[in-house]
């Protein structure tokens, strides 16, 4: 088992930034692709962002490129979201998550989420 803990969400106006995290605990961390997702009330879940084990290959919502970059620590085991520009379209309950390699439609382990609130 993986334990994922998110944390870094709050209220910011509209420009700000926020830098999410998301650590990660239990089973050993390598190997393990990790990914940022996001629910907005009354909307689907979406990908917004993912990196693989190495960092060499990443991916990103065309929503969020160019505004949210995606990093990770492994001696740390930690995964982190930079979010920069923020819009209120952006508030949604962030979840992080991992897979065991990268790039499949399904992921392993989940996070409890942390709420981002983005005010005009």
């Known amino acids: 088992q993986v334990q994922l803990v998110e944390s870094g969400g709050g209220l910011v106006q509209a420009g700000g930034s926020l830098r999410l995290a998301c650590a990660a605990s239990?089973?050993?961390?390598?190997?393990?692709?990790m990914g940022w997702f996001r629910q907005a009330p009354g909307k689907e879940r979406e990908t917004v962002a993912a990196?693989?084990?190495?960092?060499?290959?990443?991916y990103y919502a065309d929503s969020v490129k160019g505004r949210f970059a995606i990093s990770r620590d492994n001696a740390k085991s930690t995964v982190y979201l930079q979010m920069n520009s923020l819009k209120p379209e952006d508030t949604a309950v962030y979840y992080c998550?991992?897979?065991w390699g990268f790039g499949a439609p399904t992921w392993d382990y989940w996070g409890q989420g942390t709420q981002v609130t983005v005010s005009s």
């Open positions: 998550a991992a897979q």
């Open positions: 239990g089973r050993t961390f390598s190997g393990y692709g």
């Open positions: 990196i693989s084990w190495s960092g060499v290959n990443t």
